[in-house]
């Protein structure tokens, strides 16, 4: 069969081979790039030919200390940044609710409605085993709502011992520190497995201060983040059954593109999977989860609390605080077997969650009991069964080829909601009025062909439909609200309950060259989004202002858009020691129909990076530019953002035998730059306990930081 999956392992990039997607780093995770244990972090790109290579991350000086940090290397892969731990994943300009991310097989729901706990942040980057990206035309095997892509992370587990009556005790120490922010981590992982029983256990510690910039600090940025992961496995004759338990405990971390700060975010994940290889190409795999999560956000405990303009046109500082949960639980079976020349797999996959969301507020001073409440989130419950059949198959030695539909139906439903505001009692008596049981069924589609043209020059081609149901934020904000998934562009939305899905139907070419001493791997993709949900200016009002501080309310509207772009990837050897790499990502997006262009859409970007390894040492110079973003979304006043170039250092020395140590400089010019992706600030400008951001404004950049870290794994 031919093999399209690219798996960038740390210890390859040394111990076998030369080629590499190298980002040349001192490791801030619990891996070295030397070792000979199998404990070590893994980026899967899949959709692109077999090139083992090298990846590591360092302290990430941007503050962004979760695994969607890796997501940078990754061709046309991005992040939306709102938060040192808030991260949002995107990819060819989608993001939030479009792209499925699993967390060890579980489809994890944010506990935020404002997703301050995206999913790859429940798992910190030195606990994250592997983390998988399905490059392009997602498989509908990977997940239900993969319209943007599918992503998975696995948390660090261990190995089984290899032989009878043979233990192996494996383990890891790190520890770093980044200036920018004063920051530091500390993290631990063991393993004590034989060829039958595994048990694991790890732990991370991860604190920092506001981040500075050449101008000053930006404020509230600072983070404190505790994390704990623990399981057992089995295995025998082809049986496998596993328990994981994964818990996040975040308190005090600042959000300063969004209204609101994190106070806490506490809760667990709970893995239980069982696989059987019955033989004869035939496999059963099975996982099922569950979840419990509590979330704490306030205005006020790590910023100056916000200003409202009331109706007499008095300004008053407003004191909010709410507080959510999520509790859900969900299932993926699926049977693969021999069929024809290939493979067919077919599965049930589904999910249940419950959302409840309860806001405070006070004018003049923080809320009390007897402040006044708003039930944000009401009894929602959302379900998702699903179905799905994939065929795999060699055609002939060149040519293969991959077939699947899923089927989707999702349910949603919201209890009453109620508020002691007199002002906004109108529009929840109107929404209780309303039908709020709702039912979407989806289709998905996916035809890919591939061919090995040559030894050294493979191509693809692939058709999709996909399909994905509205969000609860995008159906039942009832309102004007920014719990909206994350978009943090400073402006208040409506649901609305007569969204229809959003269907996608997509085409992609890609190209993936390979010699021993280079590759060039392009994508070109278009996608054309029937029903894409976005916000639009309100005019049902139903009792609610259609101005909210001065600025349009929007809600929820289906519009039709265009996204297309290229991405890509290469490298050469130049020699034993010297290596060159790089990639370019460009997207765009606009409504149909001569419409404006779509938020938050990343500019045309890319990175190149000069490597140089000998005898355990290794440093590199990598350049990172960004071009401007004039090509902003109107119906939210979008601002554009200038272009701009970073350089960094990064150098490692394995010292003995297991023990590494980095050091680096991030930013090595010190330059005030913009992220377009970085939102606004939203707490109040003017320096002191206050941030050196002007309010409104785009949020800069972390500034120089130098870096250093420190790893035993034995």
Known sequence: MLIYTRIIRIKESFLKTKLSIAIATALSLPAIAYADTEQLTTIVVEGSSSRPGSMAMAPDSSGLKDTAALLEKVPGANINRNGPLTGIPQYRGMAGPRINVSIDGANMKEVGPNSMDPSLSHVPAALTESLTVYRGIAPVSSGIDTIGGSMKME??????????????????????????????????????????????????????????????????????????????????????????????????????????????????????????????????ETNFYYQNMSHFMSNYESRTPGNMTMPNGMVMPMYMDNTTTVKGGGWDIAMTMPMGSGDLKVGFTGDKSNHEADMRGQMMMMPTDASMKTTVFNGIERSRYSFFGEWKSDLTNKLSTELGMRYTYTNSISGDVSTQNPMMQPMAAAFNGKNRDLDFHGVDLVAMLRYAARSDLDLEIGFARKTRAPSYQELYIWSPSEATSGLADNRTYRGNLDLELETAYQFEFGADWHTDNAYFAPRAFYHYVDGYIQGSPLTDASGAPVMNNGKQVLQFENTNAHIYGVDLETGYVITENWRLDGGLNYVGGRQADGGGYLYRMAPFNGRAQVTFEHSGFMASIEGVGYAAQNKVANYNAEQKTAGYGVMNLRSNYQAFDGFVIGMGIENVVDSVNYNHLGGYSRPMGGGGVNSDVPQGTRLPMPGRSYYATMTYQW
Not at 160 to 178: I, P
Not at 203 to 225: C, F, I, L, M
Not at 245 to 257: E, K, L, Q, S
């Open 155 to 284: 948390s660090k587990k261990g190995s089984f011992a290899e032989g009878d009556d043979k233990y192996e005790f494996d383990g890891a120490l790190s520890t770093g520190y980044s200036s920018v922010d004063s920051g530091y981590y500390v993290a631990g992982f063991s393993s004590i497995a034989n060829d039958n029983h595994k048990i694991h256990i790890g732990a991370t510690k991860e604190e920092g201060n506001d981040y500075k910039y050449a101008d000053g600090t930006v404020r509230p940025s600072s983070y404190d983040r505790q994390a704990l992961v623990v399981g057992y496995e089995y295995q025998n004759k082809g049986h496998e059954f596993g328990f994981n338990f994964t818990d996040n405990n975040t308190n005090n971390t600042g959000t300063p593109a969004l209204p609101m700060d994190i106070g806490y975010i506490d809760g667990g994940l709970y893995n239980f999977d069982y696989n059987w290889d019955m033989g004869n190409g035939y496999k059963l």
